[in-house]
């Protein structure tokens, strides 16, 4: 394993639960974080069904577009665990025992390891194994792809793994300007500022029922100059009173 | 408007705050569990960032593949705010003033109507709107585009008008078996019950540090007598002691 320094990244969350409403997805939130205080942009996101077709078809998709690609969900042991084979058969190559995760299963199962404990060790034909010194159960990484479990204590801890091995070429530096206008009377001044700093990202959120203030204004940029430029000259056209708080 | 039978649909969460981790995204749960909840199959959910094209192409591909589609997010009236342009032109329409939200707009703001507020009442030329007698801020119709609003507090009033148009074929039926074995030696016995039920939807959800179980087994269809008999045949299989309980 290699570090690796990526720019842009996806996600494919996987699993027929987080689709009927039965289960609150709560992994992309972590991992939305991690990817940000790395330096990493995340473009993408996707939620499909259990269903190796369309899991394959997207995988496919966001590894040829982005730099790395994060799955979550569909690595157990049982029928409707299908994350591996899919990928592997996305890109042609099959799905075998990995002998490195075969010794630890059996080290930790012992006899009673079954072909379903097995299925835990599968990768596709190519993968590479990511470890840390803390966590030990290999994280299988095929091409761009990082095969992330869905059961959200694991994923999380996965985490880690990603932290040690990836990051962005410079990280993101965040403001935000608190008023009490609302997002129509913003609009003029916000439009002066998005076309003066095309290189900052300028983003308006109206917060209902808040006493402190109406709307957010969130300023975005790998340069910290360029942030501080454009905040400086959109508050240089508030009115009086105006902000509320710069945080 | 007319009420729409849906049998399955997609959702595209739009909005950089959601993709960067700043903000936690809750619309889709509500979502996901109204659809369940009217028998609406949701099959497909992609979150994208606040950009005209990657906006314009998902919503297109996803209007041509699934029954209704729900966009949420970007309907605001600031320079981030591009989801009615984006759809109209992914379509090949213009974006118009809506008289009718144009008058409410104006009996809302009287003098203080800006253009800003105006932007609030854009819909792809072609949309329909949609009301209900206690929800009667429009929601945009345009072919099977359902645009809802990204702040949480008035997606979920607008889900009572998905409510009151949208509905599924026929309802869903769930039943759950909670063990406490582990998912390896589930494995051989649920691949027998999905063999034998093709038309149930069996999910197998491993839970950690939870002392009442180890294993939830789902069983879902849109028959409840083949929910039935799917459960029963998985039942019939458990060694004794178990299920720990059945819902």
Redesign the interface.
């Known amino acids: 394993m290699r570090a690796v320094i990526a720019h842009t990244a996806s996600a494919l969350l996987i699993g027929?639960?987080?689709?009927?409403?039965?289960?609150?997805?709560s992994n992309?939130?972590e991992?939305?974080?991690?990817?940000?205080a790395i330096g990493v942009?995340?473009?993408?996101?996707?939620?499909?069904?259990?269903e190796p077709e369309?899991i394959g078809r997207e995988v496919r998709d966001q590894s040829q577009t982005f730099d790395v690609v994060f799955t979550s969900g569909g690595v157990?042991?049982?029928?409707?665990?299908v994350t591996i084979e899919s990928i592997a058969r996305a890109f042609g190559v099959p799905a075998n025992i990995d002998p490195t995760m075969e010794a630890l299963l059996r080290n930790a199962?012992g006899e009673r390891t079954?072909?379903?404990?097995l299925?835990?060790a599968l990768v596709p034909e190519g993968a590479v194994l990511a470890t840390t010194p803390e966590i030990l159960w290999p994280t299988p990484v095929y091409r761009n792809i990082w095969i992330l479990p869905g059961?959200p204590?694991?994923f999380r801890m996965k985490l880690a793994v990603v932290r040690a091995w990836v990051r962005g070429p410079e990280g993101?530096v965040?403001k935000a300007v608190f008023t009490k206008m609302d997002?129509?009377?913003?609009?003029?001044l916000?439009?002066d500022v998005?076309r003066d700093h095309p290189e900052v990202?300028?983003?308006?959120?109206?917060k209902?029922?808040d006493p402190t203030y109406k709307t957010k204004i969130?300023f975005?940029s790998r340069s910290g100059e360029r942030v501080e430029a454009a905040v400086s000259s959109f508050l240089a056209k508030l009115p009086q009173g105006e902000p509320q708080r710069v945080e």
Request: proline share 6%; charged share 30%; aromatic share 8%.
């Open positions: 027929n639960e987080l689709l009927s409403g039965k289960v609150h997805e992309l939130l991992l939305a974080r991690t990817l940000r942009s995340l473009r993408r996101v996707v939620m499909v069904p259990d369309l157990g042991p049982t029928h409707d665990d199962y079954t072909d379903g404990h299925r835990m059961v204590e694991i993101f965040s997002e129509a009377d913003l609009k003029p916000l439009d998005v990202d300028v983003g308006s959120y109206p209902w029922f969130t975005d």
